[in-house]
């Protein structure tokens, strides 16, 4: 590689070579001042600051890294920086920044202060697998990115030990994720065999030659599908999510709901889009090469996922859990946007993933608070918190009803977006079943609220006083809910410029 080229590439990853410095930067204090880590989440802070000043400037950017010197793959790269990674990517970041102000205010984090150095180090080796999970178009750069976010997220999930959960959650994370990385890892042989190549763009030229054997592509690309599944815990790929969710610190659990899932989703897209598009017509709608039923693949796992999700969700009495099930029914939500195969699709998954951020991170960082008081997540013991704790109580309700996508909040609004998809795409039945899905996940968030305002408690249930920093860190999740459930202008904008994939 020319080392100009090689100068081009490194500029276009500026934010992943700020994530490593500060890594790098972590372990070093974490070694030399053995006795004083306070500094250490700090520096955390500031790398994550820094990483995100380059992802705004990449909004404006666009390209390939990582050519190799062939006449091939001139216009190609292992990495594509466009404006639909970089908006990702920020979504990742931003969770990033308030898992670590989660992190300030978890008992269960400060008992294991001594090893917050490995805490951060293992964040940010998730982070930067995250961040080339993205923007990867290369199946050996997404495999060894998943990789990367997966092994970090072993590790954290049963980071804590105090609790025998913990360390089941993570050997329960293991297994399924080596099953799943194995399957993948086979797919990723198979099209390298049957194609010559792994650069998507490449494989998108050569899979419409007619003399590809269609069944042996097929049956790699749904063993592809089986590890992006497991990243997005859509079903079948879910079983580990339930029990990972309880399991693991909550702060853990609530980075895994949103940051995990949307660089899974972005993989998922720009995979579909950049491998199997031939082009888009005047409509927005995606013209597939007909080498694969994308359609039908994704509409089946949108409705198991989002059914299975809600159903289970009704039987749950940890509420931990039961926001694991209603983040795998959400998974099959986001999936609708994808199943139209159009712009107007991705723009609502976009919208979407915005918003899911701010609820679900708000749901979690409320349990967390609570939990740190009374040392339980069950929803029993939530009787009459609505008079005890009425902020915490108060800010948990409007979560859960933004949850449910019920006005005038802001999750109305991306589920809104989703069903104008569904309709444009004249997939009125799959709305329907949406709608239906809808409906029954109200039963079970307002479930938590009959027993916060409606159940008398057995025996008094204390105070939950919040410091004022973890209130500004609720109302930094909550006011935006309401705001973008009443003006969401801004968002849809941003949405709409963030559609771009380049090489489309």
Same mark, same amino acid.
């Given at each position: ?41 700090? /520096? ?36 594509? &920086?466009? !404006? ?49 999970? /993205? ?8 495999? *060894?990115?998943?990789? *990367? ?21 993570? *050997? ?11 399957? %993948? ?52 790929? +879910? ?58 693949? &994704? ?47 991705? &723009?609502? %998954? ?27 997540? !069950? ?5 009459? #918190? ?26 109305? /609004?991306?589920? *809104? ?10 997939? /009125? ?21 009959? +027993? %916060? ?11 939950? $006083? ?10 930094? #999740? ?17 949405? $709409? ?8």
């Amino acid at each position: 590689m020319e080392l100009s080229n090689l100068s081009h590439s490194l500029n276009l990853i500026l934010p992943e070579l700020t994530l490593s410095i500060a890594l790098v930067v972590l372990v070093i204090f974490d070694l030399v001042f053995k006795h004083n880590k306070k500094i250490i989440p700090y /520096i955390a802070l500031l790398g994550l600051i820094a990483a995100s000043f380059f992802i705004i400037k990449q909004f404006s950017l666009s390209g390939f890294a990582f050519s190799p010197n062939s006449e091939s793959y001139r216009n190609y790269g292992m990495v594509t &920086i466009d !404006q639909f990674g970089s908006f990702f990517k920020l979504i990742v970041i931003v969770a990033s920044i308030i898992i670590v102000f989660f992190s300030f205010a978890s008992d269960e984090i400060k008992k294991t202060f001594d090893r917050i150095g490995e805490y951060y180090a293992l964040i940010f080796g998730m982070v930067l697998g995250m961040l080339f999970m /993205i923007s990867a178009t290369d199946l050996i750069l997404i495999y *060894l990115s998943l990789e *990367l976010l997966s092994l970090s997220s072993y590790v954290l999930a049963g980071f804590t030990k105090l609790r025998e959960r913990n360390s089941e959650a993570s *050997l329960k994370y293991l297994i399924y994720g080596a099953v799943s990385s194995g399957l %993948m890892l086979f797919g990723i042989s198979l099209v390298y065999g049957l194609t010559g190549t792994t650069n998507l763009y490449l494989i998108n030229s050569l899979i419409q030659i007619p003399h590809l054997n269609l069944y042996t592509f097929a049956f790699a690309i749904i063993l592809i599908f089986a590890g992006i599944g497991y990243k997005i815990s859509s079903a079948p790929f +879910h079983f580990w999510t339930p029990d990972v969710y309880e399991g693991a610190p909550i702060t853990i659990t609530a980075f895994l709901s949103v940051a995990s899932k949307a660089a899974g989703f972005a993989l998922l897209i720009r995979f579909v889009k950049t491998t199997f598009v031939s082009y888009i017509d005047t409509s927005g709608f995606w013209q597939l090469i007909q080498v694969f039923d994308w359609k039908t693949l &994704i509409v089946v796992i949108s409705i198991l996922t989002m059914t299975l999700g809600n159903f289970s969700a009704l039987w749950q009495d940890n509420l931990k859990r039961m926001l694991a099930y209603s983040s795998i029914a959400h998974a099959g939500y986001i999936l609708l946007g994808l199943a139209t195969l159009s712009n107007q699709g991705l &723009i609502a %998954m976009l919208i979407y993933f915005a918003v899911y951020l701010l609820m679900n991170l708000g749901a979690f960082l409320v349990v967390m608070l609570i939990a740190n008081k009374i040392n339980s997540e !069950q929803i029993d013991d939530y009787d009459g #918190l609505g008079y005890s704790s009425p902020f915490l109580a108060a800010s948990l309700a409007i979560f859960l009803i933004s949850l449910t996508g019920l006005p005038p909040t802001a999750g109305f /609004i991306g589920k *809104l977006y989703l069903f104008v998809a569904l309709v444009d795409a004249n997939m /009125i039945g799959l709305a329907v079943i949406a709608l239906l899905n809808t409906v029954v996940s109200l039963y079970y968030y307002v479930r938590v609220l009959k +027993h %916060m305002y409606l159940t008398k408690p057995q025996t008094p249930i204390p105070e939950v $006083k919040t410091s004022k920093p973890n209130t500004i860190l609720v109302l930094v #999740l909550l006011i935006p809910v309401f705001v973008f459930g009443i003006y969401f202008t801004p968002l849809v904008a941003l949405a $709409k410029s963030c559609i771009t994939i380049l090489g489309m």
